[in-house]
């Protein structure tokens, strides 16, 4: 149950660049550091292991950045929006930027249950003549091989505009299907039409919004 007595701010950032490596641990401790630098009064967890009162949205592939990524802090004092945003930018390096900071009830949902909509923009190498959508795709998760139809993730087309591609996918209670094997395999068609050549490849992967599902 949430802690009437904490203030929950919720801050949206950007991770681009050599940054977007990060594992989705590495990028946590990242985080939590700057927020330390920040001086912001951040609440701890009880227990045997205490630990900072922080969560994280949707995680993302190692190697796919964000320009709307989002985590959420649990603060012992009531410090104004803006403020807070101010002191984890002085906090933060350039590729893990925080971009804006607001209030939220302490009962709302976590950004990765209440927005399970996430929009992907890929800029590739060459600019093919069409893309294909695979119809499935074949994943391996703990040893044991997976087949996702995309038709069930994706909400909305996916779009070409010279050589930027845009896809929007939805993560279920059921599963998710994931951004860049999607996109790997959505490359490896198109060149096998003949909508490119071999050498096709992304150049940037952004995830570029992250939304509420339709409906809720």
């Known amino acids: 149950m949430a802690d009437p007595r904490l203030f929950r701010l919720r801050v949206t950032f950007r991770e681009t660049g050599r940054l977007a490596m990060l594992s989705h641990l590495e990028l946590a401790r990242a985080l939590e550091r700057a927020v330390r630098r920040a001086q912001l009064p951040f609440a701890v967890s009880q227990g045997f292991s205490p630990h900072m009162r922080i969560a994280f949205g949707a995680a993302l592939p190692v190697g796919v950045g964000g320009t709307a990524e989002i985590f959420g802090l649990f603060l012992t004092d009531y410090v104004p929006a803006l403020r807070a945003l101010a002191a984890l930018q002085e906090a933060s390096p350039a590729d893990l930027y925080p971009t804006e900071a607001r209030y939220i009830e302490a009962r709302d949902a976590a950004a990765s249950v209440a927005l399970p909509v996430s929009t992907y923009e890929v800029v590739l190498s060459e600019a093919p003549g069409a893309i294909v959508v695979p119809e499935a795709i074949t994943v391996v998760r703990k040893k044991k091989e997976k087949t996702l139809v995309p038709a069930d993730f994706l909400v909305g087309p996916v779009s ?57």
């Open 160 to 216: 070409l505009d010279g050589a930027t591609v845009r896809f929007s996918l939805e993560a279920k209670p059921t599963g998710s299907l994931r951004a860049d094997a999607f996109a790997r395999e959505l490359i490896r068609e198109t060149v096998a039409a003949g909508h490119a050549t071999e050498m096709l490849r992304p150049i940037t992967f952004l995830r570029i919004d992250q939304r509420a599902a339709e409906g809720i």
